[in-house]
């Protein structure tokens, strides 16, 4: 019994059904490898913009624990300056000390307070937001993700200001004349700087403690380090060098426990580390 006629032999309306038939199938096939391709393509891409969200969490990571780490000695300087502002008598004598404004040559004039002043970027954060990755995300991934890069723009907004409002404090690294009026504006200064550091504070505490907690999944995040592009070690040592002992080193241990459990490296502190 034959199942199918010969082409040859379908005559008129059949033959052309049997055409039809043809075309709609391979159109068929064609729009399903387009979709697959399509399909795959998306997950790529989907996948490349997480990967790349995924390295610069890793560098707010960083951030934020070097903002931890130097927490002790941002607040023992507030409180030096704020003693010595009120134990003026009519002039001021500058004690800074040297280590504040090292490798600072950029800024041209002495400061008397000094913090880190990082990127805290979220750039490839907002080229996703633009593109389809964000809406193949998980949702709950998506909010705390979100919520990260929420605080580090709060953190870069103050960040910029706070910078700023210091320079109105850059006249306490000359010593002369200060009567009462000019030790009240320079303490004012000091009490709103120190208000917005302060905060800046609990943004990096936020973005830390939400860092601590996600899952990555791009185990090449730490490829600025392991390329060299990025020297932990020298990035620590700075740290102590201009700020002192006072450094909570301790603080880097969860980005250096997941940056070896991750590329194999054996990373350890070089530095004791102050109590905060």
């Not at 404090?169 to 709103?192: E, I, V, Y």
Request: hydrophobic content about 40%; charged content about 25%.
């Amino acid at each position: 019994m034959r199942c199918f006629r010969p082409i040859g032999d379908l005559k008129g309306w059949r033959r052309f059904g049997f055409e039809v038939g043809i075309i709609v199938i391979g159109l068929g096939i064609t729009l399903i490898a387009q979709d697959l391709i399509s399909n795959a393509t998306r997950a790529r891409e989907t996948r490349e913009a997480i990967d790349a969200v995924e390295v610069d969490l890793v560098m707010l990571y960083l951030h934020s624990s070097e903002r931890l780490a130097v927490e002790p000695c941002r607040r023992e300087q507030v409180r030096a300056l704020s003693e010595r502002l009120r134990n003026s008598d009519g002039y001021w004598t500058a004690d800074i000390p040297e280590s504040i404004n090292l490798r600072a040559d950029t800024m041209v004039l002495p400061r008397v307070l000094r913090t880190p002043h990082r990127p805290w970027s979220d750039a490839t954060w907002r080229a996703m937001l633009t593109s389809d990755a964000a809406i193949d995300m998980d949702r709950q991934r998506f909010t705390h993700i979100s919520s990260i890069f929420s605080s580090a723009q709060m953190f870069r907004d103050r960040q910029v200001a706070a910078f700023d409002l210091s320079g109105e404090l850059s006249h306490l690294s000359m010593s002369g004349p200060l009567d009462a009026a000019q030790r009240r504006d320079a303490f004012a200064a000091l009490n709103r700087l120190a208000s917005m550091e302060g905060i800046m504070t609990v943004h990096a505490r936020q973005v830390h403690e939400a860092l601590t907690q996600i899952e990555f999944e791009n185990d090449q995040r730490f490829i600025r380090f392991t390329s060299g592009d990025v020297d932990l070690a020298g990035f620590i040592a700075n740290d102590v060098e201009i700020y002192g002992a006072c450094v909570d080193t301790t603080q880097f241990q969860p980005f250096i426990d997941d940056l070896n459990a991750t590329t194999g490296m054996n990373f350890t502190l070089a530095y004791p580390s102050a109590t905060p």
